[in-house]
């Protein structure tokens, strides 16, 4: 399979990008600075650019059969990478004709605010996360409203543990706590969705 991967420089991005070229997809990674994505591989294409920027997006687009975006923002001041890089990867997912996408959100989207346990949910999120949070409900609202075959994941505390393949899918959040995942485990979920998708139009929260 064809598989455009944003965000795969590092976390479950860069889980997901190992996995697919491990299991012999043909893998475009859409990178700012392609310096920081120290894999070579006979399957891997790179292409420079920003998610923001509608040519590259279009250019790494072109020829994809699926998409995964797990971008990442470091700041906890207003931002809208979520929301604005998300519509760029719609409209060019349109415009191939790329109907599969599977976007990483967390534990605090739609839902799932409230379900972090009582530190997460009454110091880190309001404190440090709402402003990345809020837009992260405009990128879910964005891709629920379009007519693509989409698989929203939030996954819960992440890890850098191995992938063990045993894990929690929940889509029904009453009466759950996130706990720990390895981002290894979701990018295991996250490729099985690209390729064989059991969850579409769902937003599983992954947990151990």
């Known amino acids: 399979m064809k598989i455009l991967i944003v965000g795969a420089t590092r976390g479950i991005g860069r889980q997901v990008l190992e996995q697919a070229l491990a299991a012999r997809h043909a893998v475009t990674a859409l990178v700012r600075d392609p310096r920081r994505l120290d894999v070579q591989h006979a399957q891997l294409r790179v292409v420079t650019g920003d998610i923001l920027d509608t040519k590259s997006v279009a250019l790494a687009m072109a020829g994809q059969e699926a998409v995964c975006c797990s971008i990442g923002v470091k700041v906890p001041w207003p931002v809208t990478v979520f929301s604005e890089g998300t519509r760029n990867?719609?409209?060019?997912?349109?415009?191939?004709?790329?109907?599969?996408?599977?976007?990483?959100?967390?534990?605090?989207?739609?839902?799932?605010?409230?379900?972090?346990?009582?530190?997460?949910?009454?110091?880190?999120?309001?404190?440090?996360l709402r402003n990345a949070y809020a837009d992260k409900d405009r990128q879910e609202s964005l891709i629920k409203a379009s007519e693509l075959d989409w698989v929203i994941v939030r996954p819960g505390f992440l890890t850098n543990g191995p992938m063990t393949g045993r894990y929690r899918v929940i889509t029904d959040v009453s009466g759950v706590t996130a706990g720990w995942i390895s981002r290894a485990d979701v990018a295991h979920f996250i490729l099985q969705q690209l390729v064989t998708p059991s969850h579409l139009r769902q937003t599983p929260l992954l947990t151990y």
């Open 89 to 128: 990867l719609l409209e060019a997912m349109k415009n191939c004709g790329t109907k599969r996408l599977v976007c990483v959100t967390g534990i605090g989207a739609g839902d799932s605010r409230g379900h972090g346990g009582f530190l997460y949910d009454r110091l880190f999120y309001p404190l440090l």
